[in-house]
């Protein structure tokens, strides 16, 4: 039976509560198999808690209200710690059931378990909470690979849509250079999921209006959400397509993130050998940007303060509203 509120690490929430909300952030992320190299610097989860409190108390003073990691199960996910800072820091934090893409996710046991199976474990993961915790998922996390959806990655994702449609958690997604987005939206959409419960990820990859265009008119919310990576993108040119959007009548569809990471469990590689140097290499790439930077630049660009608080509060509350029991 679908959920009458949103779940987060702590309790549940009422959709009007979320406030300002960061869709796509992360706390901790670690490539499968970090663990396994004793070569990289220790993780200390003291040191790593205190800076992801500092940082999510600075949040708070941009007046974010709501953070939500979707860490993929394999990709380090850790709700323990999760829970931990938002009590010990007060930000609301919402983490995900669902696992990474083919090339880059920790395969062999799902690529094995039949759909069926892995629908029951999302769905268990947010019924019944994520190992014994008791913590439960508040969305679902579905990724593909590029330049085609491979059948593991269809297989998940459509797991994935078959827990939705029973939970009615929304569903968060990554892409993989800004591709796969329409394939994405069929396969949720053919399991009876309506497109508005999904948040098309790193749409922005590409400076492809076309492409966002065609994914808010289906309905699909489509994700700039990773503001202040130069590397894939400049951000003269997310905001430049976040405006002819609004322009085009599809500001409702209109989320923004910054895909930023507080903590690194392991190495960054292949971007860079230690966490440090990556975050040197992205300067901007941090979770306040779109607050000190973007937010600005969208003001500039002739966006009402309303505009953009429709992206940053109304929008996050339809996505996380559009699969709840009434
Ligand atoms: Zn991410």
Redesign the pocket.
């Known amino acids: 039976m679908a959920l009458t509120k949103i779940q987060t690490t702590t309790g549940t929430a009422t959709p009007a509560e979320l406030g300002r909300t960061l869709v ?1 952030e ?1 706390v901790l992320v670690g490539f499968p198999g970090w663990e396994l190299d004793a070569k990289a610097p220790k993780f200390k989860r003291a040191e790593a808690m205190a800076r992801a409190v500092d940082q999510m108390q600075e949040l708070r003073g941009h007046g974010v209200g709501t953070f939500v990691d ?1 860490c993929p199960m394999d990709l380090g996910r850790d709700a323990v710690f999760l829970a931990e800072l938002s009590q010990k820091s007060g930000m609301r934090i919402i983490c995900t059931t669902g696992a990474y893409f083919e090339a880059e996710g920790n395969t062999y046991t799902f690529r094995h378990l039949p759909i069926e199976e892995i629908t029951a474990i999302y769905v268990q993961e947010i019924e019944q909470g994520i190992g014994e915790t008791g913590i439960k998922a508040g969305a679902i996390k579905i990724a593909t690979g590029a330049p085609t959806v491979s059948a593991y990655e269809r297989k998940l994702v459509t797991a994935a849509a078959r827990a939705a449609k029973i939970t009615g958690v929304p569903l968060i997604s ?1 892409t993989q250079d800004a591709c796969c987005g329409h394939d994405q939206i069929d396969m949720v959409t053919g399991e009876g999921v309506p497109a508005d419960q999904l948040l098309v990820g790193h749409s922005d990859g590409r400076d492809d209006f076309d492409y966002q265009q065609s994914l808010a008119a289906r309905g699909a919310y489509v994700g700039f959400d990773r503001f202040g990576i130069s590397l894939f993108q400049p951000d003269e040119v997310r905001v430049k397509n976040v405006l002819k959007l609004a322009a085009a009548g599809h500001l409702e569809r209109v989320l923004m993130s910054h ?1 930023s990471i507080m903590c690194w469990l392991g190495r960054p590689v292949p971007y860079a050998n230690t966490f440090e140097a990556m975050l040197d290499m992205l300067p901007e790439w941090r979770s306040t940007h779109i607050f000190k930077k973007i937010v600005p630049m969208l003001r500039e660009g002739g966006m009402s303060e309303r505009e953009v608080e429709t992206i940053l509060v109304d929008n996050p509350r339809r996505l996380f509203a559009a699969g709840l029991a009434h």
Request: glycine share 0%; no cysteine.
């Open positions: 796509h992360h979707p990554h895909d």
